[in-house]
């Protein structure tokens, strides 16, 4: 079985990076894509980046704005990903899921989630 754990975040202050890790344990066949999603308050989930870690090719939602790094670290066995410059509307559950394949900044199947992480981006 595939496991995700998300962890990072937290209290993030205006002018620090937002940094999430999604750490994959377990095994399994053909989850070769990890996507990250948010909620926001008030807002339904949204798909914000993918990365295929096959090849290493990596996709943006509109709301990342260039802002958005998602990496993969091999030897940590972890998907990051980073917000160099958050504001409070970056404020969300982050998850992170594995499928097995990216379809833009979302990614196919869904079959694994991890249970999220809450960022706060606060004055």
């Known amino acids: 079985q595939l496991q995700l754990v998300e962890s990072g975040g937290g209290l993030v202050q205006p002018g620090e990076s937002l940094k999430l890790s999604c750490a994959i344990s377990?095994?399994?066949?053909?989850?070769?894509?990890i996507g990250w999603f948010r909620q926001a308050p008030g807002k339904g989930r949204e798909g914000v980046s993918c990365?295929?870690?096959?090849?290493?090719?990596?996709y943006y939602g509109n709301s990342a704005k260039g802002r958005f790094t998602i990496s993969r670290d091999n030897t940590k066995r972890a998907v990051n990903l980073e917000i160099h410059n958050p504001t409070p509307e970056d404020t969300a559950i982050y998850y992170c899921?594995?499928?097995?394949?990216?379809?833009?900044?979302?990614?196919?199947?869904?079959?694994?989630w991890g249970r999220g992480a809450t960022d706060t981006v606060s004055s």
């Open positions: 990365i295929d870690t096959g090849d290493g090719t990596a």
């Open positions: 377990g095994f399994t066949s053909g989850e070769d894509a």
């Open positions: 899921a594995a499928g097995p394949r990216c379809r833009g900044r979302t990614v196919a199947g869904q079959n694994f």
